[in-house]
């Protein structure tokens, strides 16, 4: 079973119409034991990475999400979803994440449009099986402020340019996170979802 947390801010509503347009069965639950028994795991994100972590904390999440990702099981982390894997954010003070990929989380640059919003490309560093029937350089939608900066490019599999280029894909092991919004991306981004399951070993209705 696909588990999709609730923890109260996550773009939840789109996530769960791919799903279903997929034809994948799957839950949305902020119950610890339904993240630990998932066969996959998604993390949507809206909003700020501090607020989204003290939910987590407050529903009791961060333990089993740290334990089911330690144990090398399907997650898919999606724009705060994948800021919250690194070690710290700078948005709205210093805050403390889930440290999975060492790094912190930095604003854009200045002078640039922020929110980062709309169309942008999407460059493949490595192939990757979440990439499977993907061209290099397609278009994903993006609503973002903050970026990942992680210590080391060995988890770095996507990059996008906007004044800077800055890690947009991010995989380690059955771990895949994308700063982009793949329910809001159309046709490729669906595929990007089949991909993902389909490396999870889920099987559609």
């Known amino acids: 079973m696909i588990t999709v947390i609730d923890y109260g801010a996550g773009n939840l509503r789109s996530v769960v119409n791919a799903l279903t347009l997929l034809g994948y069965p799957h839950r949305v639950s902020q119950k610890p034991a339904d993240v630990l028994s998932a066969d996959a795991v998604i993390l949507p994100g809206v909003g700020a990475a ?36 690194l070690t710290t954010t700078e948005e709205g003070g210093s805050h403390k994440c889930l ?17 980062h919003m709309g169309w942008n490309q999407v460059k493949q560093l490595t192939a990757h099986p979440i990439f499977s029937g993907i061209p290099d350089n397609t278009n994903f939608y993006f609503v973002h402020s903050y970026y990942a900066i992680p210590e080391s490019n060995t988890a770095v599999i996507g990059t996008t340019d906007y004044g800077i280029s800055f890690c947009s894909v991010l995989a380690q092991g059955k771990l895949v996170a994308t700063q ?25 209705r």
């Not at 501090?50 to 997650?75: C, N, V, W």
């Not at 490729?188 to 559609?204: P, R, S, V």
């Open 50 to 85: 501090g607020d989204t972590m003290k939910s987590l904390e407050k529903l009791s999440l961060i333990k089993p999400i740290k334990q089911y990702i330690a144990e090398g099981r399907p997650f898919f982390g999606i724009c705060i979803g994948l800021q919250v894997l």
């Open 99 to 115: 440290g999975i990929i060492p790094g912190k989380v930095r604003k854009l640059t200045p002078g640039l449009k922020i929110p």
């Open 180 to 204: 982009f919004h793949p329910e809001k991306s159309g046709e490729w981004g669906l595929k990007l979802y089949d991909n993902f399951l389909k490396m999870a070993g889920e099987n559609k």
